[in-house]
């Protein structure tokens, strides 16, 4: 099966621990993203990556961190300098220029 | 800067009847416009989308969007609604600029009333 893989799809963490998000995809695709959904917000990015071993900040990237080792993978981490990390997590990918993303079923994450 | 804006938080519609759903953006250069449906706790699903050419894009399920240069706008339409296409209703932008990054709205959630 092609597609992109987030796990876990549910997680839970205590409030000042880091946490993983994983996000692997098996599409060939060069470009990889984040972003966070919150009720009322819509889809906010946080990072993405175009190339291995690149990637850029989004519009809300204060309190993550991400790493692109191999074209497959893009792991996002949770610090505990994010104030508010409770919600809905979605990785996508794509191929570059001008195409459709192709999105994961997400991970939600609850900090207690 | 990219953005995208999606007037109506949710809109009601008769099933059978017509819908649209709003979408209005800003890039600079030529735009590449999405739209994607979700429903409760999964990702996102592709409908179509405009890269060139016509300006009536059709897609999945009965969908189709018009490209308004002018407006900047990229409504997504239907011509019979169903209680089945009840859901939340995403508009995303792409430019190929250096960044290429994909900028979504806020959603607008679809209520189709039986």
């Known amino acids: 099966d092609g597609g992109i893989t987030q796990s876990p799809k549910y997680l839970f963490r205590k409030e000042g621990q880091n946490v993983t998000l994983s996000c692997e995809q098996n599409?060939?695709?060069?470009?990889m993203y984040w972003y966070r959904q919150d009720p009322g917000q819509g889809l906010r990015l946080i990072y993405y990556?175009?190339?291995?071993?690149?990637?850029q900040k989004g519009d809300i990237a204060e309190g993550y961190s991400v790493s692109r080792e191999k074209k497959e993978s893009f792991p996002l981490t949770v610090t505990s300098a994010q104030k508010n990390p409770t919600a809905f997590y979605l990785c996508?990918?794509?191929?570059?220029?001008?195409?459709?993303?192709?999105f994961g079923q997400g991970t939600r994450l609850t900090v207690v | 800067a990219q953005s995208v804006a999606q007037p109506e938080d949710q809109v009601n519609v008769a099933e059978g009847n017509p819908l649209t759903v709003k979408c209005t953006y800003s890039?600079?250069?030529?735009?590449?416009l999405f739209w994607y449906v979700q429903y409760p706790n999964r990702g996102l699903q592709f409908l179509l989308k405009?890269?060139?050419?016509?300006?009536l894009v059709k897609g999945s399920y009965g969908f189709e969007a018009e490209f308004n240069k002018s407006q900047t706008s990229f409504h997504l339409k239907k011509p019979s609604a169903l209680v089945s296409d009840s859901a939340l209703y995403f508009c995303a932008v792409r430019a190929l600029n250096r960044d290429d990054k994909i900028i979504f709205g806020k959603g607008t959630r679809l209520h189709i009333l039986p």
């Open positions: 990556s175009q190339i291995v071993n690149d990637f």
């Open positions: 996508a990918s794509s191929i570059s220029g001008g195409n459709e993303a192709f």
């Open positions: 890039v600079s250069g030529n735009p590449y």
């Open positions: 599409l060939n695709h060069d470009a």
């Open positions: 405009y890269i060139t050419g016509d300006n």
